[in-house]
């Protein structure tokens, strides 16, 4: 079994900055896949950004430019730096992780609890 917790969420002013953390732990042989996904009320969930672990990121078009995802593989953490943050930025925050329990098993994804982001003056 495998748990994701995040942190770093809270309240902040349009301009502002947040950088939100999630570790994976548990079962763990390795992680393919960590990304950041938010769902704001009466929306669907979209993905933020992810990353690889050889470093490939994407990103939402709305957030390019003003958010940077990264990770350290040691650590099974990947961090979400968010800046110049928007009202429409105001959503929960997931981070999800594409997990191998062991060599040569299909990856199973795994979710975090969600963190809390509020963009208000």
């Known amino acids: 079994q495998v748990q994701l917790v995040e942190s770093g969420g809270g309240l902040v002013q349009p301009g502002g900055s947040l950088r939100l953390s999630c570790v994976a732990s548990g079962t763990i042989f390795t992680i393919y896949d960590m990304g950041w996904y938010r769902q704001a009320p009466g929306k669907q969930r979209e993905l933020v950004a992810d990353i690889n672990n050889g470093g490939s990121t994407r990103y939402l078009d709305s957030v390019m430019g003003r958010f940077t995802i990264s990770r350290v593989n040691a650590k099974n953490t990947v961090y979400l730096q968010m800046n110049d943050l928007k009202p429409e930025d105001t959503a929960v925050y997931y981070c999800?992780?594409?997990?191998?329990?062991?060599?040569?098993?299909?990856?199973?994804?795994?979710w975090g609890q969600g963190t809390q982001v509020t963009v208000s003056s």
């Open positions: 999800k992780a594409e997990v191998h329990a062991a060599s040569g098993t299909i990856p199973e994804d795994y």
